[in-house]
């Protein structure tokens, strides 16, 4: 019997407002001592009034659109009632039936899967204010950090269409890089932004790859998870645990919560799950509804460009390889910066003698031809330095500006690689334009071919035994006459040139 894994996510997202959802307490406040941002409000005392913030109204609204999502014309708030340590008003305001957001999805790829290309509904996606911080000591005591308390989360429900937990790595990390696209949070799973619980249940097909019995059975709620690599073991040791289950004819019967247990490698049973009736939600009636109609059509309008529409942007329109294109829209920061260099590099391009008169398919195959330098000298190059200095594009002291010119000069062959990473760590250090540094340190390329023939000469006088050793048939140290001509020329000499005249000089003697 083949057994089906049906995954479905709920992600918590904290929304980056500069106070709580229902209060004027300061949210995300770091290092701040334990129940400092605190108020009446936050703390459920009697009497108080929630009032709910507009920032995270308008942020709630705008992660529903890039969702794809169908936004409320009206949306409220409602009770949910239960009780935990780290509510203290016994219950959370939070959204029942009628979310802000409802019926959306993304897709993903998924590179090796079963499944290449994955569309993952979004059953809803609703704001509420986030619990307290519960610290368990070793004594068995548990402590509570009010901080956290109210601050404001959009909780986005997807529909069960995942298949695998790879899926629903790929599908948080997309999730997480439009939060970050938007502005609207950090999406940190490490530090609590993201968090995500994982609904896993199994169904049998038959060899046809049919539906034996009930489409969809008894889910497991896994709980605890706050690393993409969490997520992924969890999911993969329920799937496991329960296929174990159902070879052994005692299937899961009924809606169960699990923690994982990261140390472990396990998830631990933890309670039978609660239903929407267990809650016994209603209105808040101490605030009024919702009409989102307005914020909606303002924050459509401000929607940005989002990462799976830059990514396939970036490889049409800049002739990036798909692969490098991913790689720089995973960073907001770093698309920016290529964006700026690539509008650069296409006036210069467009001002050149040889491409006069191109039309625009000529135009896009020399765009390709830069996309290769600048994604071969970004990622591999600028990005190696920039990590063993502990910086990135956000500290770096290199401008758009100054790195599309660096790139000129290389596909200009005004300098080599050599020179170029000389050149390309002088701009790391401060700032400056690469032409200046080339002309300062004279790293431009040597186009003298009678002072380079000298010094090809002098390197093989230099090297009798190596020379005659060539002459044998050993071919292969060409390699090193042309390694002791660039320490020589310090990395200036023309390599095509130099190679030349030692071919002509070597085969002379």
């Given at each position: 019997?083949?057994y089906?894994p049906?995954?479905?996510?709920?992600?918590?997202?904290?929304l980056?407002?500069?106070?709580?959802?229902?209060?004027?307490?300061?949210?995300h406040?770091?290092?701040?001592?334990?129940n400092?941002?605190v108020?009446?409000?936050c703390?459920?005392n009697?009497?108080?009034?929630?009032?709910?913030?507009?920032?995270?109204?308008?942020?709630?609204?705008?992660?529903g659109?890039a969702?794809?999502?169908?936004?409320?014309?009206?949306?409220?708030?409602?009770?949910?009632?239960?009780f935990y340590?780290?509510?203290?008003?016994?219950y959370?305001?939070?959204?029942?039936?009628?979310?802000?957001a409802?019926?959306g999805?993304?897709?993903?790829?998924?590179?090796?899967?079963?499944?290449?290309h994955?569309?993952?509904?979004?059953?809803r996606?609703?704001?509420?204010?986030?619990?307290?911080?519960s610290?368990?000591?070793s004594d068995?005591?548990?402590?509570?950090?009010?901080?956290?308390?109210?601050?404001?989360l959009?909780?986005?429900?997807?529909?069960?269409?995942?298949?695998?937990?790879?899926?629903?790595?790929i599908?948080?990390t997309?999730?997480?890089?439009?939060?970050?696209y938007l502005g609207v949070s950090?999406?940190?799973m490490?530090?609590?932004n993201?968090?995500?619980?994982?609904?896993?249940?199994?169904?049998r097909?038959?060899?046809?790859?049919?539906?034996?019995?009930e489409?969809?059975?008894?889910?497991?709620?896994?709980?605890?998870?706050?690393?993409f690599r969490?997520?992924?073991?969890?999911?993969?040791?329920?799937?496991?645990r329960?296929?174990?289950l159902?070879?052994?004819d005692?299937?899961?019967l009924?809606?169960?919560t699990?923690g994982?247990n990261d140390?472990?490698g396990?998830?631990?049973e933890q309670?039978?799950?609660?239903e929407?009736?267990?809650y016994?939600?209603?209105p808040?009636?101490?605030?009024?509804?919702?009409?989102?109609?307005?914020?909606?059509?303002?924050m459509r309008?401000?929607?940005p460009e989002?990462?799976a529409?830059?990514?396939?942007?970036?490889?049409?329109?800049y002739?990036?390889?798909?692969?490098?294109?991913?790689?720089?829209?995973?960073?907001?920061?770093l698309?920016?910066?290529?964006?700026?260099v690539?509008?650069?590099?296409?006036?210069?391009?467009r001002a050149?003698?040889?491409?006069?008169?191109?039309?625009?398919?000529g135009?896009?195959?020399?765009?390709?031809?830069?996309?290769?330098?600048?994604?071969?000298?970004l990622?591999?190059?600028l990005?190696g330095i920039?990590?063993?200095?502990g910086?990135?594009i956000?500290?770096?002291?290199?401008?758009?500006?100054?790195?599309a010119?660096?790139?000129?000069?290389?596909?200009?062959?005004?300098?080599?690689?050599?020179?170029?990473?000389?050149i390309?760590?002088?701009?790391?250090?401060?700032?400056?334009?690469?032409?200046?540094?080339?002309e300062?340190k004279?790293?431009?390329?040597?186009?003298?071919a009678?002072e380079?023939?000298?010094?090809?000469?002098?390197?093989?006088?230099?090297n009798?035994?190596e020379?005659?050793?060539?002459q044998?048939?050993?071919?292969?140290l060409?390699?090193?006459?042309?390694?002791?001509?660039?320490?020589?020329?310090?990395?200036?000499?023309d390599?095509?040139?130099t190679?030349?005249?030692l071919?002509?000089?070597?085969?002379?003697?």
């Amino acid at each position: 019997m083949i057994y089906e894994p049906i995954i479905g996510l709920e992600i918590h997202v904290q929304l980056k407002t500069k106070t709580k959802m229902f209060c004027g307490c300061a949210a995300h406040d770091q290092g701040v001592p334990p129940n400092t941002n605190v108020c009446p409000i936050c703390l459920g005392n009697p009497g108080v009034l929630p009032v709910p913030n507009e920032t995270a109204i308008r942020y709630g609204v705008l992660m529903g659109l890039a969702l794809n999502c169908t936004i409320a014309a009206h949306s409220k708030f409602d009770r949910k009632n239960y009780f935990y340590p780290d509510l203290p008003k016994a219950y959370q305001i939070s959204q029942y039936d009628l979310p802000i957001a409802i019926n959306g999805f993304v897709e993903i790829d998924v590179p090796h899967g079963e499944r290449k290309h994955v569309k993952i509904g979004i059953t809803r996606a609703h704001l509420e204010e986030d619990a307290a911080k519960s610290f368990h000591t070793s004594d068995g005591s548990t402590c509570v950090d009010f901080n956290r308390g109210g601050t404001p989360l959009v909780e986005i429900v997807t529909e069960p269409d995942f298949r695998s937990s790879k899926e629903a790595k790929i599908f948080l990390t997309e999730l997480r890089l439009i939060a970050r696209y938007l502005g609207v949070s950090d999406a940190d799973m490490e530090k609590g932004n993201l968090r995500c619980d994982a609904n896993v249940s199994l169904r049998r097909l038959d060899d046809n790859g049919d539906v034996v019995g009930e489409r969809f059975n008894p889910k497991t709620e896994v709980k605890n998870l706050n690393s993409f690599r969490h997520v992924e073991r969890a999911i993969e040791f329920e799937i496991a645990r329960q296929t174990h289950l159902w070879e052994s004819d005692t299937p899961p019967l009924i809606l169960t919560t699990r923690g994982w247990n990261d140390t472990r490698g396990i998830t631990e049973e933890q309670r039978s799950k609660e239903e929407a009736a267990d809650y016994r939600y209603f209105p808040e009636p101490d605030i009024p509804p919702l009409a989102l109609t307005a914020i909606a059509d303002e924050m459509r309008r401000m929607l940005p460009e989002l990462p799976a529409a830059r990514r396939v942007r970036f490889a049409s329109e800049y002739g990036l390889k798909p692969s490098d294109a991913r790689q720089i829209c995973d960073d907001p920061a770093l698309a920016d910066f290529v964006e700026h260099v690539f509008s650069e590099l296409d006036s210069w391009l467009r001002a050149l003698p040889e491409t006069e008169g191109l039309d625009e398919d000529g135009l896009i195959r020399e765009r390709g031809k830069l996309a290769n330098l600048v994604s071969g000298w970004l990622l591999s190059k600028l990005m190696g330095i920039m990590l063993e200095r502990g910086i990135d594009i956000r500290t770096s002291k290199i401008s758009a500006e100054n790195f599309a010119e660096f790139i000129t000069l290389i596909a200009g062959r005004k300098i080599n690689n050599t020179t170029g990473l000389t050149i390309l760590n002088a701009m790391l250090d401060d700032g400056d334009d690469p032409s200046h540094i080339m002309e300062d340190k004279q790293l431009g390329r040597m186009d003298d071919a009678s002072e380079l023939a000298e010094i090809v000469s002098r390197v093989l006088e230099e090297n009798p035994a190596e020379v005659l050793r060539y002459q044998a048939g050993e071919e292969q140290l060409l390699k090193l006459f042309i390694g002791l001509v660039m320490k020589s020329t310090e990395g200036t000499a023309d390599a095509a040139m130099t190679k030349n005249l030692l071919l002509v000089k070597l085969k002379a003697e």
